[in-house]
């Protein structure tokens, strides 16, 4: 089922010529690189070869170094430092990350991860004094705590000092007084607090886009030069750092931060390093995902060994991810990968379930009329775990913001996932009157709520999408980087363009655009007929596309038919033969 999309085709850039000749590369990987903002020939070699002295000084985290060095004096003086984390994989890279780099240093080092359907999301009250029951001397947190004013002072009365590092958006931020001033957000009390956007702090840090295994390998590199006393840390240290990028690799493509500036050095060295990994766990996870021997890439990531960390929180207790990639001995991560397996079988047979309902309830409903600007789904029994997820696969469908809410005895929590345009918290924040709660971010955020107020959320939910998003909003738009010809598509050409990768959000796969190609023979249905194998030719030259999804269209795609193709090169090898292959993203004509 394909929905008629907007194509964007980027001009012909005036100094693609010019720039590719000073690159000694093709004018296409030039536009390409123009497009995105990369004019000068230094700035590009960066992109192309990213180096770990393009990470940004920790110190210019706002915070970092009074946190780095409380906790050098915790490791120093043996006290216990408690890391309380977040369930998702972002979260549970950031634990690891600090847990290793603190023992490692010889403190003393434990962590605390909540239960995602009994606590919820971020810092709770009866956890935090637990915590500070159990002789906690140092509590540090990653990738939650910006909002958690009550559980801090908890910290407070109990006194033990509490460190907050966080990404997400700070409650109020964007709330304005009456008289249109701009309220100064509430942040918890606490002796820190380490965020990459901190509000009103300047010079504010060169990557807001950090996620939290991004912070906590910056704050374990302050560590490092705190407990050296020195502007460096030790050699073992920076040994253990190089390993790290691994864990906030995994954390920075997993969290679909934009792949960027730091995050893009992140992901690029984490990739090698996961590869190379001698940490257990991340070999475990790797082999339990047949991916051994593999050169891996964000896709690998954001879909097969991701997905598997996740499935530990969303279906059961995160904590036992945690110890896989911490202290488990070996036998210890493969028997917790084999349960991650399971488990994400599992979470996938639950998801397909419950995408069915969910699609099943906005056509009975008619929610996906033309004036509907947004999507708002809920039903009893619904895995609150998985709900994100399917909220993902309805916003592919239908490109609306969507919120599914998964009720149980009168209580709803919900999660949500965005469009450009759309900053999901924004819209919660208009909507705070139906809700208990909510957080995240712009593109996906939780809610909770009761079940009775759920007609009223969605209709203030409908009302704000309506008077923020137009009609063309909603139709998906392809942004094209350029004409190409068949003939241009080569092997080399498209060697050039992979080395633009990792790819994901902020950096996506080149998109090209084929005009007027002719469909050179019956197309053939692959993959139980949803798929569509089409060959098409253009003066003279032939090339092999597959259409994912595009099953359906097998009768109106004949042979001898001009079509325009959305295609993403990519290259294919099999039995020692390397040709390029389009992957289409869209048809016209």
């Known amino acids: ?29 030039a536009q390409v690189l123009l497009n995105r903002g990369f004019s000068e020939p230094a700035q590009c070699h960066e992109f192309l070869r990213p180096t770990l002295m393009l990470l940004h000084d920790p110190a210019l985290l706002p915070n970092l170094e009074l946190a780095a060095d409380r906790i050098a004096k ?38 605390y991860i909540p239960h995602r359907l009994e606590e919820g999301y971020g810092l709770n009250t009866e956890a935090i004094a637990q915590i500070c029951d159990q002789g906690a001397k140092l509590i540090v947190t990653v990738d939650c705590g910006v909002t958690a004013i009550e559980p801090a002072r908890i910290a407070a009365v109990g006194g033990v000092d509490l460190i907050i590092t966080d990404h997400h958006e700070t409650h109020g931020d964007q709330s304005r007084t009456r008289a249109g001033a701009e309220t100064q957000p509430e942040l918890p009390p606490c002796l820190a607090i380490v965020h990459p956007r901190l509000p009103g702090r300047q010079p504010a840090y060169p990557n807001p886009y950090l996620c939290g295994a991004g912070i906590a390998f910056k704050l374990a590199w302050g560590i490092g030069k705190s407990v050296n006393g020195t502007a460096k840390v030790s050699d073992a240290f920076r040994e253990f750092l190089l390993e790290a990028t691994a864990l906030a690799g995994l954390g920075t493509i997993a969290d679909v931060v934009p792949l960027v500036g730091e995050n893009r050095v ?40 991701g997905p598997r960390l996740n499935a530990c929180g969303r279906m059961g207790h995160a904590r036992l991810a945690v110890e896989m990639l911490t202290q488990a001995s070996a036998p210890k991560a493969v028997e917790i990968a084999t349960y991650l397996e399971t488990q994400n079988k599992q979470r996938q047979a639950i998801e397909k379930n419950i995408l069915e309902q969910a699609l099943a309830q906005i056509k009975q409903n008619h929610f996906d009329s033309d004036d509907s600007r947004g999507l708002v789904l809920a039903m009893e029994g619904w895995h609150a775990g998985v709900i994100g997820i399917v909220a993902s696969r309805i916003v592919e469908r239908y490109h609306r913001p ?80 350029a004409v190409a010809e068949l003939a241009q598509l080569t092997v080399p050409l498209v060697r050039e363009m992979e080395r633009m990768a990792p790819f994901g959000n902020g950096n996506r796969r080149p998109l090209l655009c084929c005009l007027g190609v002719e469909i050179a023979g019956p197309p053939r249905a692959v993959g139980k007929g949803e798929h569509l194998q089409i060959m098409v030719r253009q003066e003279g030259r032939l090339m092999k596309c597959i259409a994912f999804g595009y099953g359906d269209r097998i009768d109106d795609l004949v042979a001898g038919r001009k079509i325009d193709l959305a295609v993403e090169p990519t290259i294919n090898e099999y039995n020692g033969n390397v040709n390029v292959e389009l992957e289409v993203k869209d048809v016209r004509g």
């Open 402 to 481: 969507t919120i599914l809410v998964a009720l149980t005895d009168g209580q709803g929590q919900g999660s949500g996932r965005s469009i450009p345009g759309f900053h999901l918290t924004h819209a919660l924040e208009a909507c705070r009157d139906q809700l208990d709660g909510f957080g995240g971010h712009e593109m996906a955020a939780g809610v909770r709520l009761r079940a009775d107020r759920l007609g009223d959320f969605r209709d203030a939910f409908l009302r704000y999408a309506a008077g923020v998003l137009t009609a063309e909003q909603i139709i998906p738009e392809l942004e094209l980087e």
């Open 1 to 29: 089922m394909h929905h008629p999309k907007r194509w964007n085709i980027a001009p012909p850039h005036p100094l693609a010529s010019d720039l590719a000749w000073k690159l000694r590369t093709s004018p296409l990987l």
């Open 266 to 305: 992140i992901a690029h060295f984490g990739l090698g390093g996961l590869k190379a990994s001698k940490l257990l766990g991340i070999r475990a996870l790797i082999e339990s995902a047949g991916l051994t021997g593999h050169k891996l890439d964000s896709y690998d990531v954001g879909f097969r060994l």
């Open 74 to 111: 915790a490791i120093r003086d043996k006290e216990k430092i408690v890391i309380y984390g977040d369930y998702d994989v972002d979260g549970i890279t950031a634990t690891s990350i600090l847990w290793h780099a603190i023992t490692l240093l010889g403190g003393v080092v434990d962590y």
